[in-house]
Structures are given as structure tokens and as C-alpha cells.
């Protein structure tokens, strides 16, 4: 069986990602194996994507693949031939299944369907693609993409499971709407957030590799009626920051997080919260397989003692509301009996050294990033202070993501002294 090309349109948003590699000896290679679903198209974007940036990209297609996208279009976009039959006579000494797999610096497999993960969870080779990844010496990476209830299903759950036990770093997927007309997880990560990660792994030491991190991030609501509630202006730009950069470093990053106008990072998992209270059961639910949890989440202090169900009627005179302490997340996890190494953030409006050492003393954490809110929220940059055992460290105002580096830096550091 053949690929059929077929006509297909796409708007290309024109992307300079990152770092791209000039020079021969640094030029990264990548497998891209695409499997059979519609997201099959945003495949094409990220190959063209990667192309762009300086990665050599093979692609190797599945038969099912190639009835929603032609290998014409990643041949055109990627200047390599295509590889979808494991029996080509013109690979190099018929075994492109060990050839391929040897060249590849990265495997990643968008989409990766249901059908395909299952079949790398129990080792069949049926394929070039499944062979080509039995075979591999290199990290290997997935993008599942797939109808909300197909990824529910507790045999594709195992199949996961199994997968990261294997060392297989999940991407995704996220939630929204779907190609079937529901709405929920399963869709396929983004093009540029795939090639964002893609091209985090090649330049990036692995220094969290086979942890867990457990990160809460964005503001936390607490309803005062059907309608109103406290909040803060959190957007959550820090902590997304923290996770993308903790994946960066190898982590399996667990995203627990408020209301944002953001889209979460590659974490294998994202857990949306809307009070402290939920956000404080999320987390008891996920603490005990984290070996570092990162408090960044601004969670709002204090909740009303009494909910209305409906919406409060507006009248001439005052309302009084009782207001009543929200649960100390970070204290409750750095009071376990084992608990996890815990990261502190700190947003303060004055007296910005003073009260961030008073805040990590209470809160009894290894480390507290202290910044001023004023300038920081809402912002791409910022200034951070961390706070440990032997003093102060600034990081001078930079972008929020190159501050996430360096603190998952200054983590492990942490942490490796510590363990």
C-alpha cells in the first residue's frame, strides 16, 4: 500500500523558534513518526517548523497516516525522503528499521493514537514505526492525540502508565474541541509547543531526569455567591513558565492550576482547580509520588464563611461578609512526615527581603523565590531573590522563562545536596 497525497491547506504562521543549530556538527536529528488521526495535519506544521530552525527531520509514516496527509507534503517540507514500508528494498541493506533509529538524536511520535500506543506499551513490532522504536538507542517522546473517551479508557491509562515506567516522555494532550464534535482532553499539543519541546531537549542537560515534580500556579477563586467570588490578577505566566522549564530538565511534571488565559505546557498531567480547597485536595491526591513540589499558585488567603447559592441583590446599605483563613497548601505539604523538597514563591508589594525570610521561617521550606508583585504581575519579566540556607541569590530582571531555568537550576542544585 501506497500514501495517496492529498490536497490539504494550511495556514503557516511564520515562527523563529528558539535556537536553531547553524553549524554541521551541532545539527540535531529527528524522527518524526506520524501515526493515523486527523491531527495528522499539525504534524506537517511541526516538521515544517523544526526544518526551519536547523533540525534535520526524517519522517516515517504509518499506513493509516497516510489516509489523512501525503508523504509529498513532509518530503517537500523536510528536503528527506519518507519511510512508511518496513519491507523498502531501497533502504539502506534493507534495514531501515535499525538505520533510521541510529541516525535520530529524538524519536517523537504526533500524533500518536490509541492504537499506536497500546502497541508500544506491549512491545509489538508490526511496522516500520513500532520496529523503528523497539530498535532505538535515542530518548523517545509522544504526542497523543485522540477522541476524549478513547483516552479515558483505563487500557489506554495502563498503556501510559506503562510507557512512562519505560522512560517514554508523554506530551499532552490538552483539552478542547475535538474532531468528532466533543469537547475534552485528547487533543494533539499545539505545533509550536511541540516544537518549542523538542528543541528544549536537545539543548537542555536533563537535570531533573526521572523525578517528579508536583507545581501549582495562577490564582485560586473563592465564591462569594452564584456569581462573584475573591480573586487575584495572577495570570499564572510564572508558574506555566516553572513547569515548561521542569519538563525541560526531564521532570514528570504534574500541573495543578487556577483559572489562566494560557495554554498548559507538555506536563503529562494538568489538573484545572478552581478554590484553595480544591487545589488543596488535588494536591494531598498527587503529593505522595512527588520527589519536589514548586508552590507558585497565588492562592488566595481568605474565603466567605458563607456561600450565597444565589446571586446577592444589590440595596442601599452595606453587606458584610465573614471572611475566614483558606488552607496553607505549602505548610500542610512541608508538615508531612516525609514530605517532598518544597519550593515557596513569595509576591510581596514592600519590605520585599524582610518578608520573604519571614515567610520561608513559617512556612519551613528549603527555598522561597521572593519577587515584588507590582512588578511582576501580569509581566513577561521579572526580578527574582532566592532564598536558601546560605543567603540570598538575585536574578537580575530577564524574561519569566529564562528565570524558570535558571531556579530549576538552582532546585536541583538544592536538591542533589539534600539527596
Known amino acids: 500500500m501506497h500514501c495517496m497525497p492529498i490536497e490539504l491547506s494550511f495556514t503557516w504562521n511564520f515562527l523563529s523558534i528558539m535556537t536553531s543549530w547553524a553549524s554541521p556538527e551541532l545539527r540535531k536529528c529527528l524522527l518524526l513518526g506520524v501515526t493515523g488521526g486527523v491531527a495528522a495535519y499539525k504534524a506537517a506544521e511541526l516538521a515544517r517548523l523544526l526544518a526551519q530552525n536547523g533540525i534535520n527531520v526524517q519522517t516515517v509514516m504509518t499506513q493509516a497516516a497516510c489516509h489523512f496527509v501525503g508523504a509529498a507534503t513532509f518530503q517537500s517540507l523536510t528536503s528527506n525522503p519518507v519511510y512508511t514500508d518496513l519491507w523498502d528494498a531501497n533502504a539502506t541493506q534493507n534495514m531501515a528499521h535499525i538505520n533510521l533509529s541510529r541516525d535520530a538524536d529524538l524519536i517523537l511520535i504526533a500524533p500518536a493514537s490509541a492504537d499506536f500506543i497500546a502497541k508500544l506499551a506491549h512491545g509489538m513490532a508490526d511496522d516500520l514505526l513500532t520496529t523503528l522504536c523497539l530498535a532505538r538507542d535515542c530518548p523517545l517522546m509522544i504526542a497523543p492525540a485522540m477522541n476524549r473517551q478513547m483516552w479515558g479508557n483505563p487500557a489506554t491509562q495502563r498503556n501510559l502508565s506503562q510507557l512512562r515506567q519505560d522512560g517514554v516522555t508523554v506530551l499532552g494532550p490538552a483539552s478542547g474541541e475535538q474532531a468528532c464534535g466533543e469537547v475534552g482532553i485528547g487533543r494533539m499539543l499545539e505545533a509550536v509547543e511541540l516544537a518549542e519541546t523538542v528543541q528544549a531537549a536537545f539543548r537542555t542537560v536533563p537535570l531533573l531526569q526521572g523525578k517528579n515534580v508536583l507545581l501549582t500556579a495562577g490564582p485560586t477563586f473563592e465564591a462569594i455567591d452564584a456569581v462573584r467570588g475573591i480573586t487575584n490578577r495572577s495570570s499564572g505566566k510564572m508558574g506555566y513558565a516553572v513547569a515548561r522549564a521542569a519538563v525541560e530538565a526531564g521532570a514528570a511534571v504534574t500541573l495543578i492550576s487556577g483559572s489562566v488565559c494560557l495554554v498548559p505546557p507538555a506536563v503529562d498531567k494538568f489538573i484545572p482547580v478552581v478554590s484553595a480547597e480544591d487545589m488543596l485536595r488535588a494536591v494531598q491526591a498527587e503529593i505522595a509520588l512527588a520527589d519536589i513540589f514548586i508552590s507558585v499558585a497565588a492562592v488566595a488567603d481568605y474565603r466567605v464563611a458563607h456561600v450565597s447559592q444565589q446571586k446577592i441583590k444589590k440595596s442601599d446599605g452595606n453587606l458584610a461578609l465573614e471572611l475566614v483563613p483558606t488552607?496553607?497548601?505549602?505548610?500542610?505539604?512541608?508538615?508531612?512526615?516525609?514530605?517532598?523538597?518544597?519550593?515557596?514563591?513569595?509576591?510581596?508589594?514592600?519590605?520585599?527581603?524582610?518578608?520573604?525570610?519571614?515567610?520561608?521561617?513559617?512556612k519551613n521550606v528549603p527555598l522561597l523565590v521572593a519577587n515584588l508583585a507590582q512588578d511582576a504581575i501580569g509581566s513577561d519579566e521579572s526580578e527574582l531573590i532566592l532564598f536558601d540556607d546560605s543567603g540570598q541569590h538575585i536574578l537580575p530582571k530577564a524574561s519569566k522563562m529564562e528565570q524558570a531555568r535558571h531556579l530549576i537550576k538552582h532546585i536541583h542544585r538544592l536538591y542533589s545536596q539534600q539527596h
Not at 331 to 351: H, I
Open 327 to 362: 488552607p496553607d497548601i505549602l505548610r500542610t505539604v512541608s508538615s508531612l512526615p516525609n514530605p517532598p523538597f518544597c519550593v515557596g514563591f513569595a509576591a510581596e508589594t514592600e519590605n520585599l527581603e524582610e518578608n520573604a525570610a519571614m515567610k520561608r521561617r513559617k
